[in-house]
T-cell receptor, first 114, second 115 residues
Framework: DSGVTQTPKHLITATGQRVTLRCSPRSGDLSVYWYQQSLDQGLQFLIHYYNGEERAKGNILERFSAQQFPDLHSELNLSSLELGDSALYFC?????????????FGDGTRLSIL | EDQVTQSPEALRLQEGESSSLNCSYTVSGLRGLFWYRQDPGKGPEFLFTLYSAGEEKEKERLKATLTKKESFLHITAPKPEDSATYLCAVRSNNAGGTSYGKLTFGQGTILTVHP
């Protein structure tokens, strides 16, 4: 158990809809990262938050947004969903990114768009 | 842009048959190379971090090594429970830039160990 909690585990919805994925980091970790994993693209970095502030962005679509709250949990919002958004979405956390500590991953949310 | 290539894509071994997985990388300045293990339906599980060429780390039957261009994950006398996808990732020296904190992953090696 990595200590990173993601909910829900599975999400099935339709095209055009909006969903919210939730992540609780390990106790004491200030950084939260979001990744997307698909069969053809592998694990792709989306966005990084540190102590409530956005620190880095990857190739995250404009339809996607995230935030980190004062209690350090994070939410990834996906809107105007398309079939191609079907994937596993992982959250990871670490203590201090500038000390190059490893990122610890949750077990992901599997998103299926019908 | 950082690039990571893992080989082979898949590897089948008999129990006790030692082998190595390869991770080749291209980065602007390596801050760390990470090995993860991923089981079906689970998130990646952290195994090792390597920081500089010549460094080695060991854990049970696994040993990770690092050169300036690649890393190897050596598996000695594997058991069926070592079956998983092994992922390699790099973090480059771009703190303060838009990729700060980002890990770039390879596509992984699917390891199957038969009893």
């Amino acid at each position: 158990d990595s200590g990173v909690t993601q909910t829900p585990k599975h999400l099935i919805t339709a095209t055009g809809q909006r969903v919210t994925l939730r992540c609780s980091p390990r106790s004491g970790d200030l950084s939260v990262y979001w990744y997307q994993q698909s069969l053809d693209q592998g694990l792709q970095f989306l966005i990084h938050y540190y102590n409530g502030e956005e620190r880095a962005k990857g190739n995250i679509l404009e339809r996607f947004s995230a935030q980190q709250f004062p209690d350090l949990h994070s939410e990834l919002n996906l809107s105007s969903l398309e079939l191609g958004d079907s994937a596993l979405y992982f959250c990871a956390s670490s203590a201090l990114p500038d000390r190059n500590q490893p990122q610890h991953f949750g077990d992901g949310t599997r998103l299926s768009i019908l | 842009e950082d690039q990571v290539t893992q080989s082979p894509e898949a590897l089948r071994l008999q129990e006790g048959e030692s082998s190595s997985l390869n991770c080749s990388y291209t980065v602007s300045g390596l801050r760390g190379l990470f090995w993860y293990r991923q089981d079906p339906g689970k998130g990646p599980e952290f195994l090792f971090t390597l920081y500089s060429a010549g460094e080695e780390k060991e854990k049970e039957r696994l040993k990770a090594t690092l050169t300036k261009k690649e890393s190897f994950l050596h598996i000695t006398a594997p058991k069926p429970e070592d079956s998983a996808t092994y992922l390699c990732a790099v973090r480059s020296n771009n703190a303060g830039g838009t990729s700060y904190g980002k890990l770039t992953f390879g596509q992984g090696t699917i390891l199957t160990v038969h009893p």
